[in-house]
């Protein structure tokens, strides 16, 4: 949005608990963002939930429901419709501040309570009495790491005093009296830097009887900044600027209406960046056509820039476009919209939320004032894929947003793909990822630390040549003819776990590997050549396996013996493929099978499949055990009526089941659950059904559930054989790095990962490994010197799906050595609390 917005801080997280605890919400396979709006809207803001703040002069309607000039959405679109501050006048600016709102209009009455053109909402949308702030004429505003609130507008008095068009409230509200820096004309865009400096924009030429044109920099006491660099000739800009954003260097980027900036040789078309002393930035010069309103510094450090303009550097660019860092144009990202887009801002999840006076994105019409965009640029609109042939059987989640898919299937989204297939953002078929023509099933799917993906099944080509039951294929879609293990004819592979030497292990119901006798498991080096130290043997299927941070291995199915002793459907090895003797628990049942495992962040393991008990207690088809195999009796029996053929953990501990189950705890649930820490039903997640059996579930890093099986519903919504469920609840990353620790931060319905990997860059594409994170409370850290050099950090975090460890989440942070010690929720780098 057009003025700096504060996020809240790791406190007013806590603040949230009670209101995401206590509120349920519905899962939709219509999962594409719902927000609709009547008029124009002018601002939002975002919190740490992720909830959408919007406000505005014009509209009166929100999803159809009457709301005026203030609304507050779910993160998927939907109205929150607990959320009533009901003003009787027009907004101008708002911010988050901590888990309260404060917000500047015209209006008189809000939240329940008088007030005077400025107000702080609590949570709940009601007026806190305890700021008593009033002003007329505002329309900027930013609150500091204090909770004091700087605002800027037309006015030149405030509460009697003299304030011309600046003034800066204290947190009770009162007038801040060592404040009073003289604006001669009005005040549309501030920004707060970490030092506590304010950075001013609008339309004056003179602050504190000095000139400057349309952009100041004050000390914190309100003081002209005179370290601040001023071209004396041309003290600022020969045009209206409208927002101001810094980055994590200190660097600063105004936006506005302009042709020149500090010089009147120097062209600088409608944004400018200057350097930290205030010079005019010469390596940064992108051509906008027409007025830039509001920009958005992600944490990798590009700059996403909104506003009136439709060409930049003379090429078409329909009111969003996205900067690498250097200012040249993001030819990745694909947002575009049918009318001026006046703010932007970014969720935790990374996607992002436009409002404006548009009707269309991106070709889509209908699309009325507020939309919600992929990190690619993409809208977030319904998945509705459809899979021709057999189901996906298995699926991996990218970290770029990718879903690939494994399954019997002969076309994915109207694309030729056989068995094998790789999906974008809105489930539409990746055309970069070419038909690897797997010539039948594909039961498993793994990621190489190379990038390179393997495939596991009974297929007999692969490529359109012959190579049978496991492939390796490029990010491309080429097969790597180099890997090409042999299996008897009559066996298949079901499971693959790469361990964190690059090894392979593979199960299933195979004999031979290449050439030589393996009953049903076996460890192949990463070239496909088989590690023949691995002598661990199974009497019958495996069917997954899942590797432990110590380097054991669990293995899953149907067997009831390994190595030549008995163990029933679960067995674990060490890591030279020896049995581990120490742990044997036993599934119980006529027909026993295990499907899926998970090593839960507390180091249990979570079992699912077919079986009726464990150790000799009722557990039907799912149950935990202790690290030691022995039955965790704190997880409660469920009392599913069908097989559970997936797992996906959340950061916050709560289970997404998938299968062939109609009920879970004596309640429908058919074929996909949500299941809390000890095993009871979660209500939040409310009554759903696929009309039949999921095979493959992955949980993106959004938050979304996807899934693959034999139903054409879900919810009773057309969806052929691939879904994406969405749920309104939580989905938080934040990456923060100082000069000795990098930590990543996750929480709420975040995939829970098993192990994560940093890594650096000095160019945003290639990447070092900088080690292995160590699990602390809720976080991965890695204590290592010199963290923070300038440069790209990435936080890779890995988590199980459908037998294997592929499935992985990342976010990149870019930081500079110079930038100011890292805060939680500082999502844009700059040393702040403010994401918003």
């Known amino acids: 949005m057009i003025n700096t917005r504060i996020f809240a801080s790791f406190t007013a997280i806590i603040s949230l608990v009670a209101f995401w605890t206590n509120t349920s919400f519905a899962q939709n396979a219509s999962d594409g963002f719902k927000g609709d709006v009547n008029g124009v809207v002018g601002r939002v803001a975002i919190d740490t939930s992720g909830s959408v703040y919007i406000a505005g002069q014009l509209f009166t309607s929100v999803n159809g429901v009457s709301k005026s000039h203030l609304a507050r959405l779910n993160r998927d679109g939907t109205l929150d419709t607990t959320y009533n501050p009901n003003p009787n006048s027009t907004l101008q600016g708002i911010a988050v501040s901590g888990s309260k709102l404060v917000v500047v209009g015209g209006f008189s009455s809000i939240g329940g309570g008088a007030s005077g053109g400025i107000a702080r909402l609590n949570y709940d949308g009601t007026n806190d009495g305890a700021f008593t702030a009033s002003i007329s004429g505002a329309g900027a505003l930013a609150v500091d790491t204090s909770a004091r609130v700087v605002v800027g507008g037309h ?44 950075l001013i924009a609008g339309q004056f030429n003179n602050v504190n009887g000095q000139p400057r044109w349309r952009f100041a920099r004050l000390n914190v006491d309100g003081s002209l900044d005179n370290t601040f660099n001023v071209n004396a000739a041309y003290p600022g800009s020969n045009g209206t600027t409208y927002s101001i954003h810094v980055q994590a260097d200190g660097k600063i980027i105004v936006c506005g209406g302009f042709s020149r900036f500090g010089d009147p040789n120097i062209t600088r078309s409608n944004i400018v960046r200057l350097n930290p002393n205030g010079t005019v930035d010469n390596s940064f010069s992108p051509n906008f056509g027409s007025a830039t309103y509001d920009a958005r510094i992600q944490p990798d450090g590009k700059i996403l820039v909104v506003g009136l303009f439709t060409t930049v550097n003379g090429a078409n660019a329909q009111r969003i476009v996205r900067l690498n860092m250097n200012g040249t144009v993001d030819t990745g990202f694909v947002g575009s919209a049918g009318d001026t887009i006046l703010d932007v801002d970014l969720q935790p999840d990374g996607k992002m939320v436009i409002v404006g006076s548009f009707t269309s994105v991106n070709g889509f019409p209908s699309i009325n004032r507020i939309a919600n965009l992929y990190p690619d640029g993409r809208l977030n609109t319904d998945t509705n894929t459809t899979v021709l042939g057999s189901p996906p059987a298995t699926m991996l989640s990218l970290g770029n947003g990718m879903t690939l898919l494994g399954g019997g299937f002969t076309s994915v989204g109207g694309a030729a793909r056989q068995g ?128 432990q941070s110590d380097g054991k291995i669990v293995i899953g199915g149907a067997f009831e013996n390994v190595n030549g002793s008995p163990r029933a459907g679960i067995a674990r090895l060490n890591a030279n493929g020896t049995l581990d003797t120490s742990f044997n628990p036993v599934l119980n049942g006529i027909v026993r099978e295990l499907l899926d495992i998970k090593i839960d962040k507390n180091g249990k393991i979570l079992i699912a499949g077919a079986f009726t008990g464990v150790n000799g207690n009722a557990r039907t088809n799912i149950a935990r055990l202790n690290a030691d195999g022995s039955f965790d009796a704190s997880f409660i029996n469920p009392n599913l009526d069908g097989a559970v053929h997936n797992i996906a953990e959340t950061v916050l501990g709560t289970i997404y089941i998938s299968g062939n189950f109609e009920n879970v705890g004596g309640a429908p649930h058919a074929k996909i659950a949500l299941l809390n820490t000890d095993g009871s039903v979660n209500p939040q997640f409310a009554n759903t059904t696929a009309n039949d059996k999921i095979l493959a579930m992955t949980l993106r890093r959004d938050g979304k559930i996807m899934v693959g099986g034999y139903f054409t519903a879900i919810n009773g919504q057309g969806r052929g054989q691939f879904a994406a469920i969405s749920y309104p609840q939580p989905v938080i990353y934040d990456l923060q790095v100082t000069n000795d620790r990098i930590r990543w931060y996750r929480w709420w319905y975040a995939p829970e990962v098993t192990r ?81």
């Open 155 to 198: 006015f030149t008095t405030v509460g009697g005093l003299p304030r011309n068009r600046l003034v800066r409230f204290n947190a009770n509200g009162s007038v801040d009296p060592t404040f009073a820096p003289d604006v001669d004309s009005a005040v549309f865009g501030i920004a707060i830097q970490p030092d506590g400096k304010v």
């Open 420 to 547: 094998m297939a790789r999906v974008g953002w809105t489930g539409a078929n990746d055309s970069a990822f070419a038909n690897p023509q797997l010539t039948g099933w594909v039961y498993s799917l793994a990621v190489q630390q190379d990038g390179n993906y393997l495939a596991g099944g009974d297929f007999t080509s692969a490529g359109g040549t012959p190579q049978a039951k496991l492939a390796r294929i490029t990010p491309s879609g080429s097969i790597d003819g180099s890997f090409a293990p042999t299996f008897d004819t009559s066996g298949w592979v079901n499971a693959i776990a790469v361990q964190g030497d690059g090894k392979i292990v593979i199960g299933g119901g195979f004999t031979t590997v290449n050439g030589v006798s393996k009953g049903r498991i076996a460890r192949l080096n990463a070239t496909g050549s088989l590690d023949s130290s691995f002598t661990a043997t199974a009497d019958f299927y495996v069917d997954v396996i899942a590797i």
């Open 756 to 836: 994560v990997v940093f890594e650096r860059s000095t160019d945003g594409v290639n990447y070092v490994p900088l080690g292995s994170g160590s699990r602390t409370a809720g976080n991965w850290d890695l204590n290592i010197p010199n963290a923070n050099a300038t440069g790209f950090i990435r936080a890779r975090g890995y988590h199980g799906d459908h037998s294997d460890r592929g499935s992985f989440t990342e976010q990149v942070q870019y930081v500079a050595k110079a930038s100011p010690k890292a805060v939680p929720f500082d999502f844009d780098g700059d040393g702040k609390t403010d994401v918003g």
